[in-house]
């Protein structure tokens, strides 16, 4: 809920029925999450009893939301904390800003027309999303590698952290495993480049794109930054539960081979 109503909670000049619908869309989402969590059997939220993956992931989703929406108030009043975000935001968006890079392709989503000012504005949100991005696949991976993730609770139970697999529908489940793992990392790695040149083509039939509502501005740069990490995070959270399944087989066969020497 608090994720939801950052946006609205920062900028300033949030009409009452905006204001109202945030509210239903949080509660909805915070009642949602209780009992999904609360639940004895497999939810909608992938790898519920497997900390931090879903943690990581939401905060942070929840730390770049407040960041693109400190960087927004500051365009109506700012402080030390927003221009000190912006500066940030505006560093990371020009050493990245390449050409063909995400944030470039970001920043050409917006028509010809737009003046130089918001066309910063978006290459400051990009950049320091996509910083966020990378930092929370960093912290995944160190606490992958650290805490032995899935296992530091001593079992990973694949019916309720994974309720879209099915392990009986045909083929081997390493096999399988290691080509969902492939695809995600695949389409976390092309994301970036592939939402912006699809928005680009889809502006000649549905017109510019235009990101001059502050709200509309924060939730596009984060989902964009967002998606591709999380699949990222996905793809290498199942490559490592294919790999445990692996060392499991030949940790039995090894074990079987053992009893009929003996």
Not at 118 to 126: G, Y
Not at 188 to 200: E, K, N, Q, R, T
Request: glycine share 6%; charged share 10%.
């Amino acid at each position: 809920m608090l994720l939801i109503a950052t946006p609205a909670l920062l900028l300033p000049g949030v009409s009452t029925d905006t204001a109202q619908v945030i509210v239903f869309i949080g509660l909805f989402a915070a009642v949602l999450t209780v009992f999904e969590y609360n639940a004895a059997y497999p939810c909608l939220y992938e790898f519920r009893d497997a900390p931090p993956f879903n943690r990581i992931r939401f905060i942070s989703l929840l730390i770049t939301v407040f960041l693109l929406s400190l960087i927004l108030k500051g365009e109506v009043h700012p402080t030390l904390l927003t221009d000190l975000t912006r500066a940030i935001g505006s560093l990371v968006g020009q050493a990245i800003d390449v050409p063909y890079s995400p944030v470039r392709l970001v920043v050409l989503m917006l028509p010809e027309s737009a003046p130089v000012s918001q066309l910063d504005l978006l290459r400051a949100l990009a950049g320091l999303a996509y910083l966020t991005s990378l930092v929370s696949l960093a912290v995944f991976y160190i606490a992958l590698r650290l805490q032995g993730w899935p296992l530091q609770n001593g079992s990973f139970n694949v019916w309720v952290n994974l309720p879209t697999f099915d392990p009986t529908s045909g083929g081997d489940v390493v096999t399988r495993l290691r080509r969902d793992s492939h695809v995600n990392i695949s389409l976390g790695i092309l994301l970036p480049f592939l939402m912006p040149a699809v928005v680009a083509s889809a502006s000649s039939l549905f017109g510019s794109v235009s990101l001059t509502n502050p709200q509309t501005m924060i939730w596009t740069v984060a989902a964009w930054a967002f998606l591709p990490a999380s699949l990222l995070m996905r793809g290498i959270a199942m490559g490592r539960i294919a790999g445990m399944i692996a060392d499991k087989r030949r940790q039995t066969t090894l074990d079987d081979s053992g009893l009929l020497a003996a």
